[in-house]
């Protein structure tokens, strides 16, 4: 069992360890004003127990959690999905970030030269001669934007390449749906595009979401895999029901329910929603290339209601439930994974950080002690902060010691000056309550 070192539990800890874990509490204090200060506020109520008990009802209905219970889903779920949590072997390009709709959850503006994207064209179909070339090889190729079919030609020839130079690779397209007609899909089909996966806006209205629901239907005649992908607003779950009632009838493939995140702009827009920012937004606070933002309270609670309700409505498409943690993890693994680590270190296969374990203060030396005995060599002991750092497996040889372990989650770093191991969350444990299967 690992618990986290909030400023309530620090007074608890023995003083360097204390000391130490309070740099990152600060850390946190100062990311919780930084986002104030953006214009949002934090949900005060912890929603953490009944989101806990909604999961659980899931379990035990049959849904299938995945990736370290951060994706569920029920029934099938698009391969694309699946290779998401490692992010190896897929690439995602756009022509451009410009786009005719105006959605005030959009995290495109936190795209890196984003005025710059939105005007000019990127040359697709030539980067992905550069991806061929280079011998990379990819599973899994996407088109996004901005709305990719604002520029039908390009979106096409794209497709068709990458079936020439990928014979193999599952290829998908993100789009509003809009500027769907035969003419495209007929084109699309014959470049062999195998999943399309259209936007459903709740705040559309019916007849915006009639408009969308009749472009889906027509695309179900040429593409294989047709999908919704879509967050879910609070408080919009009777139209997101009515939704999947009406994706089940036109049999598309499935529905990817996308927990709502406020993008750092747009503020007010979230305001007069009544939205706040989730009450400890990140398991681990990071500078994370997913630019969606941070996770708004009460959109999980709202795509798990959906989840069961597919349960219990026997629907027939896939619905699967993608958090923002989620959307993660495939950095962190291509951050640490096959990186030469200390042996202190050890790759978590549950969440991909690279992790160790610390005690501190007068606790230290009885690690040392034990570990000479049992001929452990393996560690480390770091004199400024008064701690011995070795490899979380070795917790087993503490186990009749009555102290306290804090869990260190690391990070791999490409800097201009080289290779750099970040230390960015510290977590407290004890030798009997530490279980490897579990935490790590």
Known sequence: MMLKLTHDRLPTVNPALRAYAAEYAQIYAEFVELVKGVGLDFDPVDHSAAIATQRQRLRDKGALFRNNDHSIHV???????????KGTGSAT?????????????CFNPNQEAYDLHREQRLPVTAQIRELSASGLQVEHLALTGGEPLLYPNEAVEFFRTARKLFPQVHTRLYTSGDQIDREILTALREADLQ???FSVRAHDGEKGRRYTYDRIALAREYIPAVMVETPVLPGTQDIMREMLLEMDRLQIFGVNLLELCFPFHNAEA???????????PYETLYDYWYAGGLPISRSEPACLDLLEYALDAGLTIGVHYCSLENKHTGQIYQQNWGQAAPETLHFSERDFFLKSAKVFGREAS???????RAGVRHYHLNREHDYIEFSP?????????F???????HVV?????????REVKIELTTPNSFDPHADL
Do not use: W
């Not at 979230?270 to 989730?278: D, I, M, N, S």
């Not at 009885?366 to 000479?372: E, M, S």
């Not at 102290?403 to 989650?409: P, V, W």
């Open 75 to 85: 029934g099938r779920i698009s391969p694309s999905c699946v290779a998401c949590r």
């Open 393 to 401: 497996v070795l917790i087993q040889h503490l186990k009749d010691l």
């Open 366 to 372: 009885l690690v040392q002690k034990r570990f000479h």
């Open 93 to 105: 390009f756009y022509v451009s970030l410009r786009c005719h709709r105006n959605c005030f959850y």
């Open 403 to 409: 102290i306290e372990i804090g869990i260190c989650s």
């Open 413 to 421: 770093e490409e800097r201009a000056e080289g290779t750099v191991l």
């Open 195 to 197: 999943e399309i996966r």
């Open 270 to 280: 979230f305001r007069e929603r009544g939205f706040q920012v989730r009450m400890n």
